[in-house]
């Protein structure tokens, strides 16, 4: 489970810097001799889209990776002595992906200190999250676990957060189509907000049917 310091609210971050400094080793198990490579920094740049501080802060994370280069749990660490800042840098830190660390040349789990830090930024609006992505992540695994592939679908998300609309979705072939289109009806939301006010919110879904490693993520835009 991925520990947020808020059930119910928030912020990501634009106009912001994550600096990534060499990944630091915070316990001895599971060893590794090669450190995590992030390997998405483009998308966590687009991902970083509103906080409210107008401060230069630093966030310190502890991110556990596994074997595959996931995220499996996000902490904070050392705060920066704002909520908003310290929840911008967790959802920031989820959507990080990773080439896994190794030890003997094998790929192994890790968990690794993070440092994010911020520049001067200005509040803006904020997009819907997903509500229950693990349990969504489970029903994949446990109904669709021969389905492989990948679908994304277009969903607007009303202020109250439910489903108001979807578009046709792309997949990779029909069997992903055909189960993103029935999960879909069990995704729930958090809806949008622009400053302390919910709105309304086109986001992308993305289904990855991949046996266990099967999940459910909302796609960041540019």
């Known amino acids: 489970m991925i520990t947020r310091l808020t059930p119910n609210r928030f912020v990501v971050a634009t106009a912001a810097v994550v600096t990534l400094l060499s990944c630091r080793p915070v316990q001895e198990e ?23 501080a107008g401060v230069e802060a630093q966030v310190i994370l502890l991110v556990r990776v596994d074997e595959l280069g996931y995220v499996q749990d996000v902490r904070v660490s050392q705060g920066s002595g704002s909520i908003d800042l310290d929840n911008a840098a967790v959802w920031i ?35 819907p999250r997903l509500r229950n992505a693990d349990v969504v992540a489970r029903m994949i695994v446990n109904e669709y676990g021969d389905v492989r592939g990948r679908c994304s679908l277009r969903v607007h998300v009303g202020p109250e957060g439910w489903i108001r609309q979807t578009r046709a979705p792309a997949a990779t072939n029909d069997e992903a189509r055909s189960a993103a289109q029935r999960l879909i009806d069990e995704v729930t939301f958090w809806p949008g907000y622009r400053g302390d006010s919910p709105i309304a919110g086109w986001v992308t879904v993305v289904f990855e049917f991949a046996g266990p490693n099967s999940r459910i993520f909302i796609e960041s835009s540019g």
């Open 30 to 52: 599971p060893a590794y001799d090669i450190a995590p490579v992030l390997i998405n920094r483009d998308e966590i740049t687009r991902a970083m889209r509103s906080v409210g």
């Open 93 to 127: 830190g989820e959507q990080m992906r990773f080439e896994p660390a190794r030890y003997n040349g094998e790929p192994v789990p890790a968990l690794v200190s993070v440092p994010v830090t911020f520049d001067l930024v200005e509040r803006v609006s904020y997009p």
